[in-house]
């Protein structure tokens, strides 16, 4: 199930009218909590307010399974999809949380982080036919990919300086005949190398 920004709702998941109002704001640029209002209590008892700056916090791992080289391919999808700053940390893990299931595991943080955030320097356009194209490879490949062994950068990693990305930025709109350990062959005929 591709869960692309622009889909409003997943089948089997209901979020609270907040949550999606949240997201929506969020995927539309809208939401900053860079200056986010507390209301604290002061030492004589009455109320004052605090602005608070939101800092920004790596994600702890939660499993350390990964292997060497599937943690550089993680660190390098990561710089690309997310150049500038983290993805709200909250918004990350529901977007996770939403995947859980249907995305295999090693590829459910790329995934989340490439729907949050478009990669610096790739037109709009072309980030969302990414992310679809991500969305429908990982309902029907997703697990084969994960079985030979394919790394999360080997499918989400942004082109950039003139390097090819990773297989949902070659796609393009086309969709899959073949994935083999080694090579993906389009509908059309084209192949992507490993």
């Known amino acids: 199930m591709p869960m692309c920004c622009s889909h409003k709702s997943w ?13 929506q704001s969020i995927i539309r640029g809208g939401f900053n909590d860079m200056h986010a209002v507390t209301v604290v209590p002061v030492v004589t008892g009455n109320q004052g307010y605090d602005v608070n700056s939101l800092t920004l916090q790596r994600l702890r791992q939660l499993r350390h399974e990964n292997t060497k080289e599937e943690n550089t391919a993680k660190a390098v999808v990561t710089d690309a999809v997310a150049p500038l700053a983290e993805p709200d940390p909250v918004a990350l893990e529901e977007r996770k949380a939403t995947a859980m299931g249907a995305v295999p595991e090693r590829y459910l ?6 729907q949050l955030q478009c990669p610096a ?17 990982l309902d029907q490949w997703g697990r084969t990919a994960a079985r030979y062994g394919w790394t999360p950068g080997e499918l989400f990693n942004v082109p950039a300086a003139g390097k090819q990305g990773g297989l949902i930025w070659f796609l393009g709109g086309e969709r899959l005949r073949l994935l083999t350990e080694r090579r993906v062959f389009t509908l059309l005929g084209r192949v992507f190398e490993r």
Do not use: H
Not at 121 to 137: K, N, P, T, Y
């Open 11 to 23: 089948p089997g998941v209901t979020m609270r009218p907040e949550v999606v109002a949240r997201l």
């Open 121 to 137: 320097g790739i037109d709009e356009v072309l980030w969302q036919r990414a992310v679809d194209d991500a969305g429908l490879f």
């Open 109 to 114: 943080d790329a995934w989340a982080r490439l």
